[in-house]
């Protein structure tokens, strides 16, 4: 198939997934779906289409990275202390299994601990609808189980910071310095928000009418000087939803100004490429196989724990939340491609992410249809508002 075809294709699919999966009562299957297109893309692309998708799709990595900056706001230390005191343990008691099962999927220790890192992740922007029409949660449980998907998404994120390096230099006493200086820059964001919160705000309510591509390029354009500066694109962009996660205007986030380039676009266009990254062969080989059972076996183990020490609700199938991973295991299976021969290990991670994050959602109970909600036009208060009451 030749470039034209592939992209009305790819259009045509941007337009209908993301309202197929939300009639379905299930729309944080759509980037799954979208990874899944990219896989049944791979025979009939040829090279130079697969290199525009790319191109393109690193556009869409960088906005990936900002919304998943937006979607964690820094909660206030009384109100992290216990959702720390809960994820912490909860993502250590899996780290052995991980690790064991990543030696046998070929992965060294560093890459081990990166997919650790990952495996054990939320990716709070998927699970968000399910955990916002989750029947059984109590007005008490309900906030306490955001925090930890938040929580979790952010110790995801600067265990991964620390890993790129890691990946390149191999592990040394400068990640330790390199882990301080993340967590310095992290409180300067929070400290100097307020001043880029206004300069998106005064774009908000001034830019009326090309708001939504003025962001976009803002953004973009943000991250181009960020690697110009020397500091890479892919982490200007984190921080930069760091600073703007709590910008809002007329009740929206920057997320849902940007939805229709971002969420509709160059977003899907990432899992696209992504997926396009395994090679039908692949799917039946060992990596393959291991992923299917990895997946199966830590969504045994976190069933056994959450039922023997860890209550995180009433419910018996609430862990499920904690599930989805998929943006967060794309991030470190990027990471992974980077390197040269890896790629039977970073679709080992990559797979392991997509079969845990369908089958959570897929067992989680459905949201109703009158309250799923446009992907892009969310009905309920973004993830950073509800963390912060």
Known sequence: ???????????LLFMTVPDLCRRIQRPALTYAVFTGVGLLLWPVADSEVAAMLRGAGNLGFLLLLFEVGLEIDLPRWQDFRPA???????????????????HFAGLNLVESLVAAAALTGCSVGMAHLAWQHHPSLSDLERP???????TLEMLTIVLLAVGGPALKD???????????????????????ARQVMRLFDAILQRATHWRTHLLVVLVLAICALGERLGLSAPK?????GLFTSRVEHDGKGLDEFMAPVSH????????????MTIQWPMLASWPALLALGTAGLLLGLRQVLERRWFKLGAAPDTFLLLCPNLTVVALAASALMQ???RTGSATWLLLTGLFLTVAAVLLLPASKASDAGSPDTPTEPSPAAETNP
Do not use: Y
């Not at 198939?1 to 259009?11: D, P, R």
């Not at 509709?264 to 997926?275: D, E, H, N, T």
């Open 1 to 11: 198939m030749n470039s034209i075809e592939i992209t009305v294709i790819l259009l």
């Open 84 to 102: 720390l005191a809960f994820a912490l343990p909860w993502a250590s008691l899996q780290f052995p299994l991980i690790l064991l099962l990543a």
């Open 144 to 150: 306490f189980v955001l925090r930890v998907m938040v």
């Open 170 to 192: 191999g592990l040394r006493w400068t990640l330790l310095l390199k882990l301080a200086g993340l967590a310095v820059v992290i409180i300067l964001v929070a400290r100097a």
């Open 236 to 240: 200007t962009a984190f921080f930069l």
């Open 264 to 275: 509709r676009f160059l977003i899907p266009l990432f899992f696209v490429s992504l997926g």
């Open 339 to 341: 390197r040269e021969g």
